[in-house]
């Protein structure tokens, strides 16, 4: 009888044993299996800085210029490229972001008009037939050319993990070295390309820009600048507007 009783309590301490480290296997399963299906955008990141390449194409034109100005969004276009720092400070679902680009940007003015600056500075567009003398214009091209040294400044939120979905906000600061104006057109078979420097653009303004990310698509973008280009008394006072895609 005693050894059935001692039988009976060795068995069931194995048992309890064996239970035991099954619960332990299985709570270990457990724990493994969560941290799989962690998502790989955790806070790992947090406090990253990574370097991104960017790369703008867009359309252009003006806004607000007076009601005889004419601007064409095509063929003018809008080029751009930067490489900034983006920093994650409290995981990947947010970054904070500054940089160094340039751009160029190309606004085309109706055929019948160009850009001619008075004895006092001031930039406005006038039509062809005004120079008269009865000379007969064609193949008219009247274009802005601006190039700037730009410093992105961005804020960005990811809806996902795979970080397709995403909404940019931020301001690009424009440092505008260099602009000018020229005209093109034909008379009587001869082709005059005509420049004019010193149109006495703004060294500074501001582009607010929204950017947004989707999946399967590229990323679209929109600029528009509340600083007008031309300087007090240089120009018709008209805003920058810019919109296109990131590559």
Known sequence: MKKVFLFTIIMLTSMASHA???GDSTE????????????KYDDSMKG????SFRLNVGMNTMTGAPSDYSFKIWPSW????AVTADWYPFGARNSWSIGLGVNWRKYRSDKDSYWVKDVNGEMGLIPYSAIGNGMNFSNCKTTLHVFSLQVPVLYTHYFDDDQDWYVTLGAIINFNTGAHTTRQYEVEDQDYDIDTNKIGQRPVTVDLMLQLGLPH???LYVKYSPTTFFKDGRGPKMHQLSFGIFL
Do not use: A, H, Q, W
């Open 217 to 219: 698509f590229p990323d």
């Open 48 to 51: 990253e800085i990574d370097l």
């Open 28 to 39: 270990t399963k457990r724990y493994d299996k969560i941290k799989i299906c962690k998502s």
């Open 78 to 81: 809008d080029f751009g490229m």
């Open 20 to 22: 035991r480290v099954e």
